[in-house]
């Protein structure tokens, strides 16, 4: 299928948003050649900054493969952003909802008209210290395996130096580059033609977001964690950590108290 028209709605929104993007970031972008000309396909994309959906979309519309991106549905209510999100052909996401699902189909309706659909894997902004790819969620896995589509790895970095995650005011000089990396497709062979359980879907997930992170270490020079940082798993340590302390708390009052217990732990009071 030849190339999606970009449109009026793209073109307007590079307008805007391109020549800022050309002053506040230096640009080294790579692996262009792996973007599929025609065709539909799937790009899994790092996220460490709130400014770096604009920059990524920068250089994914130079490639001419204009990408829809998954986004939260309220966006698409809001005046002049929802007219451009909707124009572009973005993708809500109604989260918690009985919609919840209707990304999902919309994404594989995307890819099988022959487009580009963008998914952040991790599904919010990194929580790794350092800036590597968490673990990712499953959605991009998921529609991989049900259309067959090409997954084209993407890292980024340098949008995070502008502006670092959860950071309010931008760092602006010396003025920052924008490195980004897209490699070959990532090998799922071994996963077409097998029941779509949780824990393929994980397996799956993993060797894309390993994809994902490889492209990074290329861009950093240096190597990632063995281990990538999971937000699940750091909240249950947290809780295990709150618990603990809570304990701890509990055992120094009841010493300072020559153990005699509450009239609360008694039962007496409310």
């Given at each position: 299928m030849p190339r999606r028209r970009i449109g009026f709605w793209y073109r307007f929104a590079a307008v805007i948003c391109k020549p800022p993007l050309v002053v506040l970031l230096k640009r080294d972008w790579r692996g262009m050649e792996n973007i599929p000309a025609e065709g539909g396909f799937i790009?899994?994309?790092?996220?460490?900054?709130?400014?770096?959906?604009?920059?990524?979309?920068?250089?994914?519309?130079?490639?001419?493969?204009?990408?829809?991106?998954?986004?939260?549905?309220?966006?698409?209510?809001?005046?002049?952003?929802?007219a451009a999100m909707r124009g572009t052909g973005q993708i809500p996401v109604y989260r918690e909802s009985t919609d919840a699902l209707s990304a999902f189909r919309a994404a594989i309706d995307a890819v099988e008209r022959g487009e580009c659909v963008a998914f952040y894997p991790e599904g919010t902004l990194t929580r790794d210290p350092d800036g590597w790819p968490m673990t990712g969620k499953t959605g991009a896995a998921r529609v991989a395996l049900q259309t067959r589509c090409p997954v084209i790895p993407v890292a980024q970095w340098g949008a995070n130096e502008l502006l670092p995650p959860y950071a309010k005011k931008p760092s602006l000089l010396p003025r920052k580059t924008h490195?980004?990396?897209?490699?070959?497709?990532?090998?799922?062979?071994?996963?077409y033609d097998r029941e779509m359980t949780p824990e393929l879907l994980k397996e799956a997930t993993e060797t894309i977001m390993a994809a994902v992170t490889r492209q990074l270490e290329l861009i950093r020079g240096e190597k990632a964690p063995e281990t990538p940082y999971d937000p699940r798993q750091e909240r249950i340590e947290?809780?295990?950590?709150?618990?603990?302390?809570?304990?701890?708390?509990?055992?120094?009052?009841?010493?300072?108290?020559?153990?005699?217990?509450?009239?609360?732990?008694?039962?007496?009071?409310?």
């Open positions: 790009t899994a994309v790092n996220h460490n900054s709130h400014i770096d959906p604009f920059a990524y979309a920068h250089f994914q519309y130079n490639t001419g493969r204009v990408p829809r991106f998954l986004a939260k549905s309220g966006l698409f209510n809001k005046g002049f952003i929802g490195h980004v990396l897209a490699g070959p497709p990532v090998d799922l062979d071994r996963f947290q809780r295990r950590r709150t618990h603990a302390q809570r304990r701890q708390d509990r055992s120094r009052q009841e010493r300072a108290r020559g153990g005699r217990p509450t009239a609360r732990e008694e039962g007496l009071g409310t």
